[in-house]
């Protein structure tokens, strides 16, 4: 496949493909999308020594092409959170020039590996955002094949020279409790991720403590965070007649949260009020809408890019370099 082929499929000029993968600020951001989706799908990498050649600065002249992408094994391909955040540092890599390749982590390391090893042994590879729940060998295999490494929203494992991209997970959920307990729930259900140190997971405990004075009773649930997990907890509890007036989880949750509530007949929010968090784009379209709490996943997926541009670049340290996103209370008719 030539650039020429590759323009005609996008419906660009031929001068238009290399000004995006130049990443020049002159092409609009819905077209750049569509080349590189083009590009994508026929797998046109671009000549390297020709990149060099018109290269305007260290970035490309250093011969970098593309950069990685992969998901934990903790995080759902269908999560939409993370397809928000994957959708954002997409943009970010084609306004650097630069192609996004997504993977997967599968739960073992030999399952993985094999598969992701074709992706990191790349010419042209910069380093690669990992986002979700990543082990200390897991890791250092990475940094082998991608030196530049950045970890999206899960812990930065012990001992390994990374940079991490935050969000602020603490002070939300404390937003989110507060608000619920400043709205009367005295007898709150928290429905967080598995506890096998979820950053999530972590933070609700971290905010249920903060408020548990000025509460009868919390409970935390540890639980797959999907609308189905949310769904059969409540109809559980209620089957065991545990009386709660407020439920907080992520929005994936949530959803089945409302789902099980509206079909036991109790009214949100006046008998149970609801709060969720990442503000993913379904939350504003249930019924009610929800209350959740809102990490800029556009901000959150631009800055892990820019973290693995500055460090490829030799701008920036990455045994210093840590972004947090702050989070902000979204309130709609659920609380």
Known sequence: MSINEVAKKAAVSRMTV??????????????SKRVLRVMKEVGYVPSLAARAMRSKDNLRASGSVCCALVFGADVKAADGFFCDVARAAEEEAAINGLCLL???WQDSF??????????????????????????ADQVQAIQKHATNVVVI????PTGIDVASVESDYVNG????????????VKRLLVIAGPLRSH????ALKSAADAVRANCDKIELVFSEQTAKSGYDIICERIHHDWKFDGVFGNDETAIGVLRALSELKMRVPEDVKVVGFDDITHSAFTSPPLTTVRIDKTILGREAVR???????GSSDSS????????SLIVRQSS
């Open 102 to 104: 997504q993977s997967h």
């Open 18 to 31: 290399s000004r995006v993968m130049r990443g020049s600020p002159s092409v609009s951001v819905e077209t």
């Open 320 to 327: 210093s370099m840590k972004k947090v996103i702050n989070a």
């Open 199 to 202: 950053y999530f997971a972590n």
């Open 307 to 313: 973290a693995l541009v500055e460090m490829t670049r």
């Open 173 to 184: 959920a404390r937003m989110a409790m507060e608000h619920l307990v400043g709205r009367g």
């Open 153 to 156: 929203d899960g812990p930065k």
């Open 110 to 135: 030999e399952a993985s590996w094999p598969r992701l090893q074709s992706v990191f042994s790349m010419s042209g590879l910069c380093g690669a955002i990992l986002a979700g729940q990543f082990e």
